[in-house]
T-cell receptor
């Protein structure tokens, strides 16, 4: 089955530590996205990538970094510069173009907690 | 960029009734608007996409309307069931030149048996 896989499901980070969240898709989608969701809030865009080796900052990119070396993979690193990283992180992918009738496909999320 | 506004208060309805959720945006009309369902602790699931030249779109018990004059989309679930209880998010391209969706904060729907 095609889909998008996020791992781990739960992650605990110590103060001052960098952590990397994994996102892999086998849908052959060109575009991939990272969103952050805080309790009772909507999704906020961190980074997105329309094509391999290219990515753009979203609304809350500070303290985060990404890479897009392969079409299938879009890992997100939460650095020690991110002061309030505790949140639910969602990865998504999509096909290109406004001709598509399909929305984003989301992973099941990673819940990150600072301890 | 523009704002997307969804009613933050939960909507409680009786089973069998029609649920109507609202999504308002503030500035330019997007080329299309999408609706998603999100269950607690899960990622959103795409439901429907409606384009600016479409007044209405249906999928089974779901119906979406798009009024570019009012800058509003309505999302209807007819013959609602307890299994329809979830948070429903609308999404659109809110920032010119940015090819990524901006999501509303969602409205939680609770269908009582």
């Amino acid at each position: 089955d095609g889909g998008i896989t996020q791992s781990p499901k739960y992650l605990f980070r110590k103060e001052g530590q960098n952590v990397t969240l994994s996102c892999e898709q086998n849908l052959n989608h060109d575009a991939m996205y990272w969103y952050r969701q805080d309790p009772g809030q909507g999704l906020r865009l961190i980074y997105y990538s329309q094509i391999v080796n290219d990515f753009q900052k979203g609304d809350i990119a500070e303290g985060y970094s990404v890479s897009r070396e392969k079409k299938e993979s879009f890992p997100l690193t939460v650095t020690s510069a991110q002061k309030n990283p505790t949140a639910f992180y969602l990865c998504a992918s999509s096909t290109h173009g406004q001709g598509s009738n399909y929305g984003y496909t989301f992973g099941s999320g990673t819940r990150l907690t600072v301890v | 960029s523009q704002k997307i506004e969804q009613n933050s208060e939960a909507l409680n309805i009786q089973e069998g009734k029609t649920a109507t959720l609202t999504c308002n945006y503030t500035n330019y009309s997007p080329a299309y608007l999408q609706w998603y369902r999100q269950d607690p602790g899960r990622g959103p699931v795409f439901l429907l996409l409606i384009r600016e030249n479409e007044k209405e779109k249906r999928k089974e018990r779901l119906k979406v309307t798009f009024d570019t004059t009012l800058k509003q989309s309505l999302f209807h679930i007819t013959a609602s069931q307890p299994a329809d209880s979830a948070t429903y998010l609308c999404a659109l391209h809110a920032t010119p030149g940015r090819r990524a969706l901006t999501f509303g904060s969602g409205t939680r729907l609770q269908v009582q048996p």
